[in-house]
């Protein structure tokens, strides 16, 4: 497993805990010469973990739309820029080119690449297996709404599941450093 693929916030107002917990995960990418693949955005936990990878020794891959990067939206920090027309390109691009794929705490957009790398390896498009990050609950109440989904039959138990559910950055990174990140359909 060397390219991680993480879906995360582009906000800069988040609490702390967020982005200390970013530099963690993005600390131990960087000293283990892994590759990042990110939304390429200046802002938010995006830019925290571009800089924080490419200052300890890893590589970075930004995946901007063209018209974040006319509106000057992306990363200065990543070592390669991939142009592509849109949100959905930008999915496509982030998930083919990942060996893992990891969702942080984030927003809507966050919350799109997390179900889309879901339901496509769900269709067969994809075996990555996906880590979510729960820091101090923030995925909590999505937790038991898929909970709710798989009571009322709308995920089925025939179905391998490729979602790891982790506590904070260490617990990701015991994760990576332990798994086989191809999840196997019996």
Same mark, same amino acid.
Request: glycine residues 10%; proline residues 2%.
């Given at each position: =497993?060397? @390219? +991680?693929? +993480?879906?995360?916030?582009?906000?800069?107002? !988040?609490?702390?805990?967020?982005?200390?917990?970013?530099? /963690?995960?993005?600390?131990? =990418?960087? $000293?283990?010469?892994?590759?990042?693949? @990110?939304?390429?955005?200046?802002?938010?936990? =995006?830019?925290? %973990? #571009?800089?924080?990878?490419?200052?300890?020794?890893?590589?970075?891959?930004?995946? +901007?739309?063209?018209?974040?990067?006319?509106?000057?939206?992306?990363?200065?920090?990543?070592?390669? /820029?991939?142009?592509? /027309?849109?949100?959905?390109?930008?999915?496509?691009? +982030?998930? $083919?080119?990942s060996d893992v794929l990891i969702a942080?705490?984030?927003?809507?957009?966050? =919350?799109?690449? !997390?179900?889309?790398?879901?339901?496509?390896? #769900?269709?067969?498009?994809?075996? $990555? $297996?996906?880590?979510?990050? @729960?820091?101090?609950? %923030?995925?909590?109440?999505?937790?038991?709404? !898929?909970?709710? %989904?798989?009571?009322?039959?709308? !995920?089925?138990?025939?179905?391998?599941n490729p979602l790891v559910i982790v506590? #904070?950055?260490?617990?990701?990174?015991?994760?990576?450093?332990t798994m086989d990140c191809s999840v196997?359909?019996?």
């Open positions: =497993m060397q @390219n +991680i693929g +993480i879906f995360c916030s582009a906000s800069e107002e !988040l609490k702390d805990v967020f982005e200390k917990e970013a530099i /963690k995960l993005g600390v131990w =990418m960087g $000293k283990n010469g892994k590759t990042l693949i @990110n939304g390429g955005s200046n802002q938010g936990l =995006m830019e925290v %973990f #571009s800089n924080t990878v490419r200052r300890t020794g890893g590589y970075c891959i930004g995946v +901007i739309p063209e018209n974040f990067s006319k509106r000057g939206w992306y990363s200065n920090t990543t070592d390669e /820029k991939i142009i592509v /027309k849109n949100l959905s390109e930008r999915k496509e691009v +982030i998930k $083919k080119r942080f705490p984030g927003g809507i957009g966050t =919350m799109d690449e !997390l179900f889309d790398a879901w339901s496509s390896y #769900s269709l067969g498009f994809h075996d $990555k $297996k996906i880590i979510l990050v @729960n820091i101090e609950g %923030f995925f909590t109440p999505l937790i038991q709404q !898929l909970k709710v %989904f798989r009571q009322e039959k709308f !995920l089925h138990d025939f179905l391998p506590n #904070s950055a260490e617990d990701c990174i015991k994760q990576l450093e196997k359909k019996d």
